[in-house]
């Protein structure tokens, strides 16, 4: 990623956009952590649900954010925007 697009001395947080056809290999990506948080939080990628992943330290480490498939004719174009200022502690 380009460091313009990066916050001036704060650490980015990842966002993983995923559809439920790309979930499968994008949970196998996470690392065991992360796969076993969003296996008891019963995450499913259903448009608009999204999952805050703890970090090692406690931290935010990531969030999932789960999309229309590509080939949805309803797909939501804007949906991403409802990210801004979800996060804790980003955007405030």
């Known amino acids: 990623m380009h460091p313009i ?41 259903r448009a608009g649900r999204h999952l805050l992943l703890p970090g090692s330290d406690g931290a935010l480490g990531g969030v999932l954010f789960a999309l229309e498939g590509a080939d949805d004719p309803h797909k939501d174009l804007l949906r991403p925007g409802a990210l801004v200022g979800s996060p804790p502690g980003h955007g405030d």
């Not at 956009?17 to 196998?28: H, M, N």
């Open 5 to 45: 697009f990066l916050p001036r001395g704060e650490p980015a947080t990842p966002i993983w956009f995923i559809t439920s056809a790309t979930w499968p290999e994008q949970r196998t990506r996470l690392d065991a952590h992360g796969r076993a948080f969003a296996d008891a939080a019963d995450f499913e990628p």
